[in-house]
């Protein structure tokens, strides 16, 4: 998991959190913390651009979260984010950093 700053211009890795059945109310607690607006999930493509097999459980869980959080969820490809983030960072934080890489993509379109 990742979260911006206030301003919602840089992308910081949180926490890398664990796939069970408390994930998705362990992340609305993270967000209501964070006083989080919005969400954004990476969008896992093929290289010609559709939606890989995993998609399929990502447009799932999108809607386990944004009924539980009631806040508006975006996608932003996740194309190479684990390779990129492997080449910064340790091991422990590789899925946070990834999520970073993901945020700062959206971010930085949205600005």
């Known amino acids: ?49 559709q939606p890989n097999p995993i998609q399929k459980e990502i447009s799932n869980f999108e809607f386990r979260i944004s009924n539980l959080t009631k806040l508006p969820v975006h996608y932003q490809s996740e194309t190479l984010t684990s390779v990129e983030a492997a080449r910064s960072t340790n091991k422990s934080m590789l899925d946070a950093s990834a999520a970073a890489l993901i945020l700062q993509s959206y971010l930085d379109k949205a600005t």
Do not use: W
Request: hydrophobic share 40%; net charge neutral.
């Open 1 to 49: 998991m990742a979260v911006s700053d206030e301003n919602g211009r840089i992308a910081f890795p949180h926490k890398v959190l664990f796939t069970d059945k408390t994930l998705v109310k362990e992340i609305k607690k993270i967000c209501d913390e964070k006083m989080v607006e919005a969400i954004v999930l990476g969008q896992s493509l093929d290289y010609k651009g």
